[in-house]
Nanobody, 123 residues
């Protein structure tokens, strides 16, 4: 069982930066693939980035490549999403998710979710 709590969202101007954090519980945190998803009003939840448990391999949706960086610190049971050059279209509620085995881009395959943190980018 993993509990996840996100933080770090907020309001930022276009071109600005934010760093999201996700704190997890459990002694086996390092065995979980972690991901960030986001959901804008009226839209489906979409994959943003993912990272494997121990090797730290990362994956991104095309629209955030070069702007977002996912990382993790297994000693702190935490995963991060550094976001730079933010755009208004990045506005959404951002969710942290966990699953055992390899990461996927499909939200339904993740077993554990945080409550979400709002990111709003003004133009």
């Amino acid at each position: 069982q993993v509990q996840l709590v996100e933080s770090g969202g907020g309001l930022v101007q276009s071109g600005g930066s934010l760093r999201l954090s996700c704190a997890g519980s459990g002694r086996t945190f390092r065995t979980y693939a972690m991901a960030w998803f986001r959901q804008a009003p009226g839209k489906e939840r979409e994959f943003v980035a993912a990272i494997t448990g121990s090797s730290g391999n990362t994956y991104y949706r095309d629209s955030v490549k070069g702007r977002f960086t996912i990382s993790r610190d297994n000693a702190k049971n935490s995963v991060y999403l550094q976001m730079v050059s933010l755009k208004p279209e990045d506005t959404a509620v951002y969710y942290c998710a966990a699953r055992q085995s390899v990461p996927t881009i499909v939200a339904a395959t993740y077993n554990y979710w945080g409550q979400g943190t709002q990111v709003t980018v003004s133009s």
